[in-house]
């Protein structure tokens, strides 16, 4: 399809994204234009409306949203978590150990390989998952689908909890930049947006997985705390980017993979579901040796993308030094059993 037939869908794409958005932001539920953009280009995708968001365009809103949570790091949250290692990496030890069962019980149903459910189950950043598992001759094509399916699942199950279970609403965590005229902005603004571009150009060049997140905020963090740089991030920007995440998740549901998947679509959501209850008992585990409050535990042991937990975290009050913490410390330990973990899955099945 031409882009100049494609312009008509792309703006009944946003339209509709808008309206849902906006429908439920007025219900109450944090991160809604994420979770307005994913369902709605979900559905277009599955449609057969053949769109996807231009990569720079999402490291660009990864970017962002690593500046908005170097703008909510407390620094003091080291020393807590040094003090709590063992505890910490044992429930990051008990996903890993949930995500492996996960797959190991998707695989001995006989619809997908071994190596194929290892990989779709593994939580970690969804496309460097999709990328590693093509190199140890994983279908592609099931694990990005296995792997979108369950951020899709968790980012609806986090906010619905987040709404629901914990009463946590949309608009709690109001940015006071919206409170300072744009003209006294402009400055910090700019710096910002130069963090933010830097850090999507970097995770480009260097292939680090989640990179867009973590390059900019490393940077950003580190500049506010030394004092060079206060981080302005207009409402606007912010919803632009949280949209844009929000329609490259659903929009990778396409309708080929879509089909391809159906005969296993009931194990997947299965496995899915178990993946994310066994990662509940993690949570439990974390707030009974840790302390920590519960939303703030299920937000960092929850195996969604890190973009987008981040910012359910943010717009639910949780503590998003310590959620970032857990999820990096994870997603870092995934990459390194991930094929170990793959190769065993195969060898029990």
């Known amino acids: 399809m031409s882009s100049h037939k494609r312009l008509p869908l792309w703006i009944l794409l946003i339209v509709v994204s808008v309206i849902v958005s906006l429908i439920l932001e007025a ?8 979770i307005g953009p994913l369902l709605v280009g979900m559905v277009f995708a599955v449609r057969g409306a053949n769109l996807s ?8 809103s990864q970017a962002v949203v690593g500046c908005l949570v170097a703008r909510s790091l407390d620094p003091n949250i080291l020393g807590s978590i040094a003090q709590d290692w063992p505890a910490i990496l044992l429930v ?23 190596t194929t459910a290892a990989w779709g189950c593994s939580p970690g950043a969804a496309t460097g998952m999709v990328a590693m598992a093509e190199e140890f001759g994983a279908d592609p094509r099931l694990v990005a689908f296995m792997q979108f ?20 609403t949309a608009g709690e965590n109001e940015s006071q930049s919206a409170l300072i005229p744009f003209v006294d902005q402009l400055p910090d603004l700019l710096k910002t947006l130069g963090i933010a571009i830097f850090g999507g150009f970097a995770a480009r060049l260097l292939k680090v997985p989640s990179g867009a997140v973590f390059i900019p905020l490393i940077c950003a963090a580190t500049l506010q705390g030394m004092g060079f740089l ?4 207009p409402p606007w920007l912010l919803i632009t980017a949280f949209a844009i995440i929000g329609l490259w998740v659903g929009l990778r549901f396409t309708q080929e993979t879509v089909l391809y998947a159906l005969r296993a679509l009931p194990v997947m959501l299965i496995g899915t579901l178990t993946l994310i209850l066994l990662c509940c008992l993690s949570a439990v585990m974390l707030v009974w040796l840790v302390g920590t409050d519960p939303l703030t535990a299920f937000l960092a042991t929850v195996p969604g993308g890190l973009d987008a937990i981040a910012i359910i975290a943010v717009d639910s009050n949780a503590d998003i030094s310590f959620v970032l913490a ?10 390194i059993t991930g094929p170990l973990l793959a190769k065993m899955i195969c060898r029990l099945i």
């Open 92 to 114: 990051v030890a008990t996903t890993v150990i949930a995500s492996t069962f996960a797959g190991w019980v998707i695989a001995r149903t006989g619809l997908l390989p071994g």
């Open 149 to 168: 399916l369950r951020v899709t699942m968790v980012v609806i199950v986090a906010t619905l909890v987040s709404r629901l279970i914990f009463g946590v």
């Open 230 to 233: 206060n981080i302005i991030l």
């Open 326 to 335: 857990i999820q990096t410390v994870r997603l870092f330990v995934v990459i």
């Open 27 to 34: 219900l109450g539920f944090p991160a809604s234009f994420l």
């Open 53 to 60: 968001v231009p990569r720079p365009y999402l490291l660009a």
